[in-house]
């Protein structure tokens, strides 16, 4: 079973719109962590930010905010005022506690394509 | 600092060849781990080494195999290549194997199995 599911493949927005990339995760555990990274062209995937089972308290972190909701078990992100530098494909990660290997289990991807 | 390293960035192999590819840590970072991404997928765990030992390992057959060196730098082996090996090998840095550490990784080595 797909533990972590992003249902948007591709997003195009103009730039400066505000844009929300959802992810929705599965796992049996209580403690766990959720990652979202931004892989550019380039290859590299890039940490963008990270979320534990613990807290939900929901952040900004410049045009960067999420939203984590452990009864849905939904942690989205929103990036606000898009620039065309964010044009990449973005991943949701689950990383869970007992874990052989603490490995990520990524999401497939959401493509978004900001339009200048 | 140096980022994560991987070498080389691209390779052309032939089926039911034999293939290596290398990865350097962050300095200081004792933990590697290596994904596939195949084309329109996200990544998916092939092994994890922390300290030289092996510390987990997908779901992937005995034809891929890896090692870490006392240097904490790890090659990926993959035998018997088949085209559906063709992806993006990424190599990710961790600075141990606790859960919330987040991992940095290399801009990955384009493997094309013709």
């Known amino acids: 079973a797909q533990k972590v599911t992003q249902a948007q493949t591709e997003i195009s927005v103009v730039e400066k719109e505000d844009v929300t990339l959802d992810c929705v995760y599965e796992t049996r555990d209580t403690t766990y962590y959720l990652f979202w990274y931004k892989q550019p062209p380039s290859g590299e995937l890039v940490f963008l930010i990270r979320r534990n089972s613990f807290d939900e308290q929901n952040e900004i972190s410049g045009r960067y905010s999420w939203n984590f909701q452990k009864s849905t078990s939904s942690f989205n992100f929103t990036i606000t005022a898009s620039q065309v530098v964010d044009s990449a494909v973005y991943f949701c990660?689950?990383?869970?506690?007992?874990?052989?290997?603490?490995?990520?289990?990524f999401g497939t991807g959401t493509s978004l394509t900001v339009i200048p | 600092d140096a980022g994560v390293t991987q070498s080389p960035t691209h390779l052309i192999k032939t089926r039911g060849q034999q293939v290596t590819l290398r990865c350097s840590p962050i300095s200081g970072h004792k933990s590697v781990s290596w994904y596939q991404q195949v084309l329109g997928q996200g990544p998916q765990f092939i092994f994890q080494y922390y300290e030289k030992e092996e510390r987990g390992r997908g779901n992937f057959p005995d034809r891929f195999s890896a090692r870490q060196f006392p240097n904490y730098s790890s090659e990926l082996n993959v035998n018997a290549l088949l085209l559906g090996d063709s992806a993006l090998y990424l190599c990710a840095s961790r600075f141990g194997v606790a859960v919330h550490t987040e991992a940095f990784f290399g801009q990955g080595t384009r493997l094309t199995v013709v």
């Open positions: 990660a689950l990383s869970e506690a007992p874990n052989t290997g603490n490995q990520f289990y």
